[in-house]
């Protein structure tokens, strides 16, 4: 059975943690809109008791963002933090308050250096409190995957019945590995059928040893419908989960991961490169989806198979993410077929008893450099007439 998979952008609060990364309003409010136009299911907005200039900026993309849009913002589990989240969402659409709280024994006994139990109710009396203002709350148990199940499940069970309608499992660290993560999702979605099957089971990825797309998507097989993620995998460390890499692996592998996005792909390119570019944070040229080269094929052996057919290299059209079309990018290992292609763009007609000679003319320039760019090819080709 194919389930809705929602997606929850974490850009404007995890991904703005990133040194250097903030925004002022008016970017915050670009990236929101851009986001809109992606068709994310949620997005989370900021800390609003953090500073005056968060808890505003909240106030003003909540308004902005329109009806369908479930708008959210983090706080701890007391009743400041949720005061701030519910004065900064209470003009929104379609509010959601999140509250995180830590689970694992490190954060118990290092972090709040009180019992296990009352850390529990804790938790349990920030989301009675939190659902007397607000029918939506999510709650986070911060450092899931180093958590005891039984003491995880007893706050499940508490904050559930206290009114939670997400409950979120993060890895906070990036310490999860998929096969493990993916029982640990599996036990819980068991459990929480039983308990209350309309609440929303997600998860949180950090991509400390990169491998928060896998772990993920295994938490999505395995009962997950609710993913956060961040555009380009920006976030605390080495980055959140990269929401390009989450939906496209969806939409390539629907039957094996049971679900569907309604991500609009053909906007995937252009958040990129907005958040990219408005956060002064460059994408990884090799990056999965977005990166300058994820559509470029430089290899002869490629080159070759790919102009017979796109297929034969390609599992993702770059259109499908808005991004310009496949590039064949000329190197020395570029072979003949890539080379008069470009050539014949440019105009030229060749005999194919020429062809070596130009070829050859081709390598030697090519041994010389990095890579060769078209007005390389065009210079070489002056020295040729039009029909050789
Ligand atoms: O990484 C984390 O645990 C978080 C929570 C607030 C979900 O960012
Ligand atoms: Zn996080």
């Known amino acids: 059975m194919s389930k809705k998979i929602y997606v929850l952008d974490t850009t404007l609060r995890d991904g703005e943690q ?63 933090d949720i005061d701030a989240i519910y004065e900064s969402l209470k003009e929104a659409a379609n509010p959601m308050i999140h509250i995180v709280l830590g689970s694992s024994g490190v954060h118990l006994e290092k972090k709040f250096k009180k019992t296990p139990q009352q850390i529990m109710e804790m938790g349990i009396n920030a989301v009675k409190y939190a659902k007397s203002l607000m029918p ?18 007893e706050t499940i069970e508490g904050v559930v019945r206290a009114g939670a309608t997400i409950i979120n499992i993060p890895d906070t660290v990036g310490f999860a590995v998929p096969e493990e993560f993916g029982k640990l999702i599996y036990k819980i979605n068991d459990r929480l059928m039983n308990l209350n099957p309309n609440v929303i089971l997600s998860v949180h990825c950090h991509n400390d040893t990169g491998l928060a797309t896998a772990n993920t998507l295994a938490a999505v097989r395995n009962g997950a419908n609710k993913v956060e993620c961040t555009i380009n995998g920006i976030g605390e460390r080495a980055g959140n989960t990269s929401l390009e890499e989450v939906v496209m692996g969806i939409k390539l592998h629907p039957e094996y991961y ?63 993410i808005g991004a310009p079309p496949m590039e064949l990018v000329l190197t020395a290992r570029s072979g003949r077929h890539a080379f008069m292609h470009i050539v014949e763009r440019f105009g030229y007609q060749v005999v194919e008893k020429k062809i070596p000679e130009i070829y050859e003319a081709f390598l030697s320039m090519a041994d010389q450099k990095k890579e060769v760019y078209d007005y390389d090819v065009v210079r070489l080709m002056e020295g040729y007439p039009k029909s050789y």
């Open 18 to 80: 990133v040194p250097g990364a903030k925004l002022n309003l008016e970017e915050k409010l670009e990236v929101a809109k851009q986001l809109v136009k992606l068709k994310v299911d949620m997005m989370e907005v900021g800390f609003p008791s953090s500073s005056n200039g968060d808890f505003e900026a909240v106030k003003a993309i909540s308004k902005a963002v329109g009806q369908d849009m479930i708008v959210t913002a983090l706080g701890r589990a007391v009743t400041s």
């Open 258 to 320: 049971g679900g569907y996005t309604t991500i609009e792909t053909k906007e995937i390119y252009s958040t990129s490169r907005l958040v990219s570019a408005t956060m002064g944070l460059d994408v990884q040229v090799n990056k999965a989806i977005t990166g300058e080269n994820a559509f470029a094929h430089s290899s002869g052996i490629h080159q070759d198979g790919l102009l017979k057919s796109k297929e034969v290299y390609e599992i993702i059209e770059p259109q499908d």
């Open 136 to 153: 939506q709350v999510q709650y986070s148990l911060e450092d899931a995957s180093r958590s005891s199940f039984d003491y995880m499940w």
